[in-house]
């Protein structure tokens, strides 16, 4: 730590105080004060990258298995990529499907239910995938989104 | 390390915005109508190679198109919107700088030890991430990375993206480029061009700067400069706050009463002030204009400003006085095709002056637009409105083949077979 003599002939150099960033008020402050953070936000739980994701909606139950229901809102992630075992969004035939991704033994789409045999991946099949299934949204009320 | 201007536009941008959750419409042509389902204004590369002509009334084609089994689309501007803004911030990681140019176009400024890499890596994150085909044209100047782009669009065996970062690259390509084609030279200019003997992008490149300057306008000796490689327009970061907004459309069939222009009129001041809100502005002169048709004296047009008492961007007093303006304009018998509402002379709010002797813009009315604007942002347009718009207007932009707004509605999220 080093001092500097304070040359008194400029008054501005002698006296530096810290300027208080906060507003005080007079009275009693309060003690959450310094605990106050942002409420919690879904978002940040279910998205983290907003300018890749969209959601869809499900219907048919192939995946029931794996607990997703008709009805049922999925957050889909199209940044990530998909790992054997990722429940995926995937294009079969120009048409949206979600299904389990197998890398191994063989390539192949699974269903969760017994009633839906597995779509095997090879060159005569054209199979995109468009996005990795990060969430699942249920309601329990029967409560519907609300749109403007 | 030298930075480089990136140009990143989307391909076929509204048609390929209605492609992304339509994987059926992969191999299919695609069209897109402008408002009122008047004109094709976008074509996919399908509906290209069909000799499909852009910019032509649709109805002149409608047969002929179905015919061929072209998928048709009015325009869905909130999902262009909403993929607009995904792939302008997707952008951002790859740029020290960036400009949007429009809704489907911006300027990087760039730095790489590979550009060619690099041009492919923000192609393939895109398509990855948003699925918005892109064609890439960088240079050292965005006149050349205009060109650049529009060679990677033009000549497949570049893969969709341009270099131009030498002088023998940008000239071999300038040689091919008639000088109409070159940013901010058009046809007119390129006319006059040709009389001097001035053909190609790289003859104009190739002229005598001083002498064109003296002919045309220090604009042309700016271009000239910039094909040449030497930067001379820099990226637009900030652009300046707009200092009028206009608001105004043709109706989706010809209406006759004053109380459906009135509607109109209350719904277009809406869109102009929320506009008007968002750049912190105040106006106080208001203009009104209407476009009408009269069996025997043809097409009429007629217009009028009126002045408000003081600034203000409360949407009721401009759709007030604007109803009352229209009232004033009204001829009974016209078929009327559109109307407007224009704030003009656009003051920034720090400006206002209080004013003791005048009456100025409660503090009541700045908070209710707030409220307002927040509820509309939040919940989607046209939430909170005034009465005075009214209610499911029947004199409303005809979209007769609407996609769904599948990234801005809950109720239009795709629906997914499992």
Same mark, same amino acid.
């Given at each position: 730590?080093s001092?500097?003599?304070?040359?008194h002939t400029d008054?501005?150099?002698?006296?530096?105080?810290?300027?208080?960033?906060?507003?005080?008020?007079?009275?009693?402050?309060?003690?959450a004060?310094?605990y106050?953070?942002?409420?919690l936000?879904l978002?940040e739980?279910c998205?983290r990258?907003?300018?890749?994701?969209f959601?869809?909606?499900v219907?048919?139950?192939?995946m029931?298995?794996?607990?997703i229901y008709?009805?049922?809102v999925?957050?889909v992630d199209?940044?990530?990529?998909a790992?054997?075992?990722?429940?995926?969004?995937?294009v079969?035939?120009?048409?949206?499907?979600?299904?389990?991704?197998?890398l191994q033994p063989k390539p192949?789409l699974l269903?969760?239910n017994?009633?839906?045999?597995?779509?095997?991946?090879?060159?005569?099949?054209?199979?995109?995938?468009n996005?990795v299934v990060?969430?699942?949204i249920?309601?329990?009320?029967g409560g519907?989104?609300?749109d403007? | 390390m030298?930075?480089?201007?990136?140009l990143?536009d989307c391909?076929t941008f509204?048609?390929?915005?209605?492609?992304?959750?339509?994987p059926?419409?992969?191999?299919?042509?695609?069209?897109?109508l402008s408002?009122?389902?008047g004109?094709?204004?976008?074509?996919?590369?399908?509906?290209?190679s069909?000799?499909?002509?852009e910019?032509?009334?649709f109805?002149?084609v409608?047969e002929r198109?179905k015919?061929?089994g072209?998928?048709?689309?009015?325009s869905?501007?909130?999902?262009y919107g909403?993929i607009?803004a995904?792939?302008?911030?997707l952008?951002e990681?790859y740029?020290?700088?960036?400009e949007?140019?429009?809704?489907?176009?911006?300027?990087l400024?760039?730095?790489?030890?590979?550009?060619?890499?690099h041009?492919?890596?923000?192609?393939a994150?895109?398509w990855q991430?948003a699925r918005?085909?892109v064609?890439v044209?960088?240079?050292?100047t965005?006149?050349?990375?205009k060109?650049?782009?529009?060679?990677?669009?033009?000549?497949?065996? &570049?893969?969709?993206?341009?270099v131009?970062?030498?002088p023998?690259?940008?000239?071999?390509? &300038?040689?091919r480029?008639p000088a109409?084609d070159v940013?901010?030279?058009?046809?007119?200019?390129?006319e006059?061009?040709?009389?001097?003997?001035i053909?190609?992008?790289?003859?104009?490149?190739?002229a005598?700067q001083?002498?064109?300057?003296?002919?045309?306008?220090?604009?042309?000796e700016?271009?000239?400069?910039? &094909?040449n490689g030497?930067?001379c327009?820099d990226?637009?970061?900030?652009?300046?706050?707009r200092?009028?907004?206009?608001?105004?459309?043709s109706?989706?069939?010809k209406i006759?009463q004053l109380?459906?222009?009135?509607?109109?009129?209350?719904?277009y001041?809406?869109?102009?002030c929320?506009k008007?809100?968002?750049?912190n502005?105040?106006?106080?002169?208001?203009w009104v204009?209407?476009?009408g048709?009269?069996?025997?004296?043809?097409?009429?047009?007629?217009?009028?400003?009126?002045?408000?008492?003081?600034l203000s961007n409360?949407?009721r007093?401009i759709a007030?006085?604007?109803?009352?303006?229209?009232?004033e304009?009204y001829?009974?018998?016209?078929r009327?095709?559109?109307c407007?509402i224009?704030?003009?002379d656009?003051?920034?709010?720090t400006?206002?002056?209080?004013?003791?002797?005048n009456p100025?813009?409660?503090?009541k009315s700045?908070?209710? *637009?707030?409220?307002?604007d927040n509820?509309?942002q939040?919940y989607g347009k046209?939430?909170?409105q005034l009465?005075?718009?009214?209610?499911?207007p029947?004199w409303? *932009?005809?979209?007769?083949?609407m996609s769904?707004r599948?990234t801005?509605r809950w109720?239009?999220?795709?629906v997914i077979?499992?």
């Amino acid at each position: 730590m080093s001092y500097k003599v304070a040359d008194h002939t400029d008054p501005l150099a002698a006296v530096s105080l810290p300027m208080s960033m906060e507003r005080v008020a007079a009275g009693f402050p309060s003690p959450a004060q310094d605990y106050i953070e942002d409420t919690l936000n879904l978002n940040e739980l279910c998205v983290r990258h907003p300018d890749s994701t969209f959601y869809v909606r499900v219907s048919g139950n192939s995946m029931r298995g794996i607990g997703i229901y008709p009805g049922d809102v999925l957050v889909v992630d199209r940044s990530l990529r998909a790992h054997h075992g990722d429940i995926v969004i995937a294009v079969v035939d120009g048409e949206f499907t979600v299904k389990e991704l197998a890398l191994q033994p063989k390539p192949a789409l699974l269903a969760r239910n017994p009633d839906y045999p597995p779509i095997r991946i090879n060159a005569e099949t054209e199979v995109e995938i468009n996005g990795v299934v990060t969430h699942a949204i249920r309601h329990f009320r029967g409560g519907e989104f609300r749109d403007g | 390390m030298t930075q480089l201007f990136a140009l990143v536009d989307c391909n076929t941008f509204y048609a390929s915005c209605e492609k992304i959750f339509r994987p059926d419409l992969k191999h299919k042509p695609v069209l897109v109508l402008s408002n009122n389902d008047g004109c094709i204004i976008s074509r996919d590369h399908i509906a290209k190679s069909l000799d499909i002509p852009e910019l032509v009334p649709f109805f002149q084609v409608e047969e002929r198109v179905k015919q061929l089994g072209c998928q048709v689309f009015s325009s869905n501007y909130e999902l262009y919107g909403d993929i607009s803004a995904r792939v302008m911030s997707l952008l951002e990681p790859y740029a020290t700088a960036m400009e949007v140019y429009s809704i489907d176009e911006a300027f990087l400024q760039v730095q790489a030890e590979d550009y060619q890499a690099h041009g492919q890596a923000i192609k393939a994150m895109l398509w990855q991430n948003a699925r918005m085909p892109v064609c890439v044209g960088i240079a050292p100047t965005k006149t050349l990375a205009k060109l650049a782009n529009r060679a990677a669009k033009k000549i497949p065996r &570049l893969g969709g993206v341009c270099v131009l970062d030498t002088p023998t690259k940008w000239e071999w390509l &300038l040689a091919r480029v008639p000088a109409k084609d070159v940013w901010g030279v058009g046809s007119r200019l390129s006319e006059r061009l040709k009389g001097l003997h001035i053909h190609s992008a790289l003859q104009l490149a190739k002229a005598e700067q001083k002498w064109l300057r003296r002919k045309f306008s220090v604009l042309l000796e700016r271009t000239i400069q910039e &094909l040449n490689g030497q930067p001379c327009l820099d990226l637009e970061l900030d652009p300046a706050p707009r200092k009028s907004i206009i608001s105004t459309r043709s109706f989706s069939y010809k209406i006759t009463q004053l109380e459906e222009l009135k509607q109109a009129i209350c719904s277009y001041a809406a869109r102009a002030c929320e506009k008007l809100r968002a750049q912190n502005g105040l106006t106080q002169d208001i203009w009104v204009s209407f476009e009408g048709f009269d069996q025997h004296r043809g097409r009429i047009v007629r217009q009028t400003v009126k002045t408000l008492p003081h600034l203000s961007n409360d949407t009721r007093q401009i759709a007030q006085i604007g109803q009352q303006a229209i009232t004033e304009l009204y001829q009974p018998g016209l078929r009327y095709k559109k109307c407007g509402i224009g704030l003009m002379d656009i003051r920034t709010q720090t400006y206002e002056q209080a004013d003791l002797f005048n009456p100025q813009q409660s503090e009541k009315s700045r908070a209710l *637009m707030a409220v307002m604007d927040n509820i509309n942002q939040r919940y989607g347009k046209q939430t909170v409105q005034l009465a005075g718009a009214g209610l499911q207007p029947k004199w409303a *932009m005809r979209r007769e083949y609407m996609s769904p707004r599948y990234t801005t509605r809950w109720s239009d999220i795709p629906v997914i077979r499992c």
